[in-house]
């Protein structure tokens, strides 16, 4: 079966742009994550979506922000983007909201900000 | 809240060497742990994980790990490496209250040489 798509795999964006990445989950998975990936701060957590709601989030500022479909498919967006922001974004699905079912990772979208 | 370390952030082998990566975590409740591999320009893939029951955890690619209470440790081995082994390995831990997010390591850089 199809696995965690990611698009687009590659953007390039200037300060102070907006961004929206996709992701749609495998056929099933109804929970959708969203992390963030950098040299410096590693791989840190956005976000986790589960049945169009917004069920977590991790310590970003507002202006990252997300949102789910009833398809379970995912979107983020990154408002007023800064030099920083530029980073690997991975979306991640599972069965549910829980860990113990495990996430099946998508190859992610490589944000570059100029 | 969770933590994880990674005592080393490369980690260079020969071919058919045995190897451990090794994998430390801080938690004031029980945790699930878990061992994510990352090839170049992809994202990740879930090597093993530890829900409960036996602490000695077998996962894809000859790969297994053991969990250590005591120690708060779960360290991941193979016994003979191949070139293909070449990534970057994170180990990754969240609480079992049911919150889906997960907290990594920074990564060991794992180089098989031939």
């Known amino acids: 079966k199809a696995g965690v798509t990611q698009t687009p795999r590659y953007l390039i964006k200037t300060r102070g742009q907006q961004v929206t990445l996709s992701c749609s989950p495998i056929s099933g998975h109804r929970s959708v994550s969203w992390y963030q990936q950098t040299p410096g701060q590693g791989l840190q957590f956005l976000f986790e979506y589960f049945s169009e709601t917004q069920r977590n989030k991790g310590n970003f500022p507002g202006r990252f922000s997300g949102r789910q479909f009833s398809n379970s498919r995912s979107e983020m967006n990154v408002s007023t983007l800064e030099l920083g922001d530029s980073a690997l974004y991975l979306c991640a699905s599972s069965l549910a909201p829980d860990t113990h079912y495990g996430y099946t990772f998508g190859s992610g979208t490589r944000l570059t900000v100029v | 809240a969770q933590s994880v370390t990674q005592l080393d952030s490369q980690v260079p082998v020969f071919e058919e060497a045995p190897v451990e990566l090794r994998c430390n975590y801080s938690s004031s409740v029980s945790v699930y742990l878990f061992w994510y591999v990352q090839y170049p320009n992809q994202g990740l893939q879930l090597l093993l994980k530890?829900?409960?029951?036996?602490?000695l955890v077998k996962g894809i690619n000859g790969f297994e790990a053991e969990f250590n209470k005591s120690q708060t440790s779960f360290h991941l081995r193979k016994p003979s490496v191949h070139i293909s082994d070449t990534a970057e390995y994170f180990c990754a831990v969240s609480d079992q209250t049911g919150a889906n997010n997960l907290f990594f390591g920074t990564g060991t850089r794992l180089t098989v040489i031939p």
């Open positions: 530890y829900l409960s029951g036996s602490t």
